[in-house]
């Protein structure tokens, strides 16, 4: 079965750190584009982050770069988002997302994982 | 603000046929996809490439483009159809992605 699994999420103070996880799994992790999409409570989606197959090319929203970083392991089957100076507007779910390109679905979300919780409070 | 432009919500009555549309300058360039998403769900790709569906997504769901808007229409609509419905696609650019923002389909 094809899966996305996040992990890492919770409860940080403004200014802090998360790193949040991604495993993969059921398909050929390394051969697929990623992207990390969040949804603030009762706010629509908003695209996060992206990361080439190979991890060589990365794009990041105005709205977290310079704070977030995304990286994967393929050979963990797995992809990351650091965030670093996180704002109570950062509050959100975050879910990982399969690019389907390589597949047919081009610049399309095929999968995604069930979304992991971060609130950014004091 | 979003570079993809969504009406806010659209009602239809049950069995119905129901459009929602998506506009933004970067349609006429790139693929429009569109996302089912339910309370407390993660979101569903039910039209990729402007029209074509993933298998296991009912054939009630269509998708259309011309000039800078995609359209989503649910032909027949079901009470099990009613959720929020996204587009997405490349913003001017051409490297960032961009969500409408969204569209709550009521079924009446």
């Known amino acids: 079965e094809v899966q996305l699994v996040e992990s890492g999420g919770g409860l940080v103070q403004p200014g802090g750190s998360l790193r949040l996880a991604c495993a993969a799994s059921?398909?050929?992790?390394?051969?697929?584009?990623m992207h990390w999409v969040r949804q603030a409570p009762g706010k629509g989606l908003e695209w996060v982050s992206y990361i080439s197959s190979s991890g060589r090319t990365i794009y990041n929203a105005d709205s977290v770069k310079g704070r977030f970083t995304i990286s994967r392991d393929n050979a963990k089957n797995s992809l990351y988002l650091q965030m670093n100076s996180l704002r109570a507007e950062d509050t959100a779910v975050y879910y990982c997302?399969?690019?389907?390109?390589?597949?047919?679905?081009?610049?399309?979300?095929?999968?995604w994982g069930q979304g992991t919780m971060v609130i950014v409070s004091s | 603000s979003s570079e993809l432009t969504q009406d806010p919500a659209v009602s239809v009555a049950l069995g119905q046929t129901v459009r929602i549309t998506c506009q933004g300058d970067s349609l006429r360039t790139y693929y429009a996809s569109w996302y089912q998403q339910k309370p407390g769900q993660a979101p569903v790709l039910v039209i990729y490439?402007?029209?074509n569906r993933p298998s296991g997504i009912p054939d009630r769901f269509s998708g259309s483009s011309s000039g800078n808007t995609a359209s989503l229409t649910i032909t027949g609509a079901q009470a099990e159809d009613e959720a929020d419905y996204y587009c997405?696609?490349?913003?001017?650019?051409?490297?960032?992605?961009?969500f409408g923002g969204g569209t709550k389909l009521t079924v009446l």
């Open positions: 490439r402007k029209t």
């Open positions: 997302a399969r690019d389907g390109s390589i597949v047919g679905a081009d610049d399309a979300f095929d999968i």
């Open positions: 059921g398909f050929t992790f390394s051969s697929y584009e």
């Open positions: 997405n696609s490349r913003d001017s650019s051409g490297n960032h992605r961009v």
